[in-house]
């Protein structure tokens, strides 16, 4: 072990070294305000000084005045609405259960004034609210749940101004979604595949169907509430909100099918082509949601820098993608979607890569058992801190549950995008069979876990016992990444 063979690593990822110091400036930005003026005069002049005398700390300096900057710049005051009054609203219903505010009634006036901020949606179960839907409704606008600090200021952060309670009454009038979208056209495929034929059971049938449609179209209208509660419990929820772990079930799977490709001419530049292009269909499909396009924008850059079979490219190109997207909106910063995405793919390139080389054997199937397992056991380590800060417990039973569950995650969403790319009625009784029996597996799997005594206990770290762990992991890869690599030699001549 050598503190130089780091160095040499460290040297290698020169996105990351700029992605530190960029995003330091934006959370000392929201937490202290500095005179615009100062700040960009700064940064113009350590970064006129670094270019001149090369020199790292200016360059440092530079870019967190920068991120600093940027933070500043995308400041905007939050808009008032009246709260605790019935008074009307003009909804559009988006996914993850929020909904944009159009217009509202001015309850002194009675006249309708135009807005473009977001709302926590709460709706009952009879009014299934579809993504993309507008209504015209009655009710109250509450305050964020003062009882979840941390899930308020995460809702505050994503341009919530509130929260609302909907039921069927209050509705005016409601209209669907606008045009045919591929959204609507997924949703509509995957109720097609009907299968409930696959199911005898007709509840295991209507929850393997709900299950489907919100893994692979981010449709959750239709899942019940024992369903939900169970995932929830077993910390499996991530699975019902399409996010990074969805698009890189795709970006895994995709690239498993296609691995043959490299053997032809210029092939592995194809297999990036076509994993990319799936890859953003699904995003399609599933409504093109802030945590979707994040994910499959990540998924994009590391698809391409795979293609050059360097892991210091892909973590480069992570590195340059999360840089990207914060000098276009540096509140995604303090989004959880985008940490959990970022922490996840950087724990896939930092641990599960190696794990996955080393565990490496001369079996096809085995080893993508074994990958699919090692990813999925990386991911739920690396979000398990971020998701106890937002929700204020740890699911045990998850941390064990997780690596089972995404292979059949994988079988269900992988399955469900290629009957939406191609639903050919000759093979439908194979998907049907294939799809329906992996989802009610996964349904089955995660109602037993969830109803372990033990599955979960409170526990909702602050920010910076949050902080101490993360730094705990980049400490053990540090560790890690200080062993010198062992040198092959070929026999060959």
């Given at each position: 072990?050598?503190?130089?063979?780091?160095?040499?690593?460290?040297?290698?990822?020169?996105?990351?070294?700029?992605?530190?110091?960029?995003?330091?400036?934006?959370v000392l930005a929201d937490r202290y305000a500095l005179p615009a003026l100062f700040v960009?005069?700064?940064?113009?002049l350590c970064g006129g000084t670094a270019l001149v005398r090369r020199s790292s700390v200016y360059t440092v300096a530079a870019l967190l005045l920068f991120g600093w900057?940027?933070?500043?710049?995308?400041?905007?005051?939050?808009?008032?609405?009246?709260?605790d009054v019935r008074t009307g609203?003009?909804?559009?219903?988006?996914?993850?259960?929020?909904?944009?505010?159009?217009?509202?009634?001015?309850p002194a006036t009675g006249r309708w004034r135009e807005t473009k901020v977001r709302a926590v949606v709460h709706a009952d179960s009879t009014l299934a609210l579809r993504t993309g839907e507008r209504l015209v409704l009655t009710g109250c606008l509450d305050d964020l749940p003062a009882s979840l600090p941390s899930y308020a200021e995460l809702m505050r952060r994503r341009g919530c101004v509130g929260s609302m309670w909907l039921s069927e009454r209050q509705v005016l009038r409601r209209q669907p979604a606008r045009g045919s979208t591929l959204h609507a056209i997924a949703v509509g495929r995957l109720r097609r595949l009907g299968l409930a034929e696959a199911l005898r059971d007709a509840g295991r049938a209507r929850d393997a169907?709900?299950?489907?449609?919100?893994m692979a179209a981010g449709e959750r209208a239709g899942l019940s509430r024992p369903l939900r509660e169970a995932y929830a419990r077993s910390g499996t929820a991530h699975l019902l909100a399409v996010s990074g772990l969805h698009v890189g079930i795709v970006f895994l799977v995709a690239n498993l099918l296609l691995g043959w490709l490299p053997a032809l001419r210029y092939g592995h530049l194809w297999r990036s082509c076509a994993a990319a292009a799936l890859v953003w269909l699904y995003a399609a499909a599933a409504g093109f949601s802030p945590s979707v396009v994040r994910?499959?924008?990540?998924?994009?850059?590391?698809?391409?820098?795979?293609?050059s079979a360097s892991v210091y490219?892909?973590?480069?190109?992570?590195?340059?993608?999360?840089?990207g997207m914060l000098v276009w909106n540096p509140d995604w910063l303090f989004d959880l979607s985008f940490q959990l995405s970022f922490a996840a793919v950087a724990a896939i390139l930092a641990w599960s890569v190696p794990l996955c080389r080393l565990l490496r054997t001369r079996f096809g199937p085995l080893n993508a058992l074994v990958d699919t397992l090692v990813v999925g056991l990386a991911a739920s380590v690396a979000t398990a801190p971020l998701a106890a800060h937002t929700f204020g417990y740890v699911s045990l039973v998850g941390l064990a549950v997780n690596p089972v569950v995404v292979p059949l995650a994988a079988t269900v969403v992988f399955g469900s995008v290629v009957w939406m790319i191609a639903p050919l009625a000759f093979a439908a009784p194979l998907f049907r069979l294939v799809?329906?029996?992996?989802?009610?597996?996964?349904?089955a799997l995660v109602e037993r876990a969830a109803a372990v005594p033990w599955a979960t206990f409170a526990w909702e770290p602050s920010a910076g016992q949050t902080a101490a762990v993360y730094l705990l992991f980049i400490g053990i890869t540090a560790v890690a990444w200080c062993a010198e690599p062992k040198k092959k030699v070929s026999l060959r001549r």
């Open positions: 072990m050598s503190l130089h063979v780091l160095a040499r690593r460290l040297r290698r990822l020169p996105m990351l070294r700029a992605f530190v110091p960029f995003a330091a400036g934006i960009w005069a700064g940064f113009a900057g940027v933070r500043g710049l995308h400041e905007t005051p939050p808009e008032r609405l009246p709260r609203f003009a909804l559009t219903v988006e996914g993850g259960g929020t909904g944009r505010i159009t217009a509202w009634r001015d169907q709900a299950l489907c449609e919100a994910a499959a924008l990540m998924f994009t850059a590391l698809q391409f820098s795979l293609a490219a892909s973590g480069n190109v992570l590195a340059a993608t999360a840089f799809i329906g029996t992996a989802a009610a597996w996964q349904n």
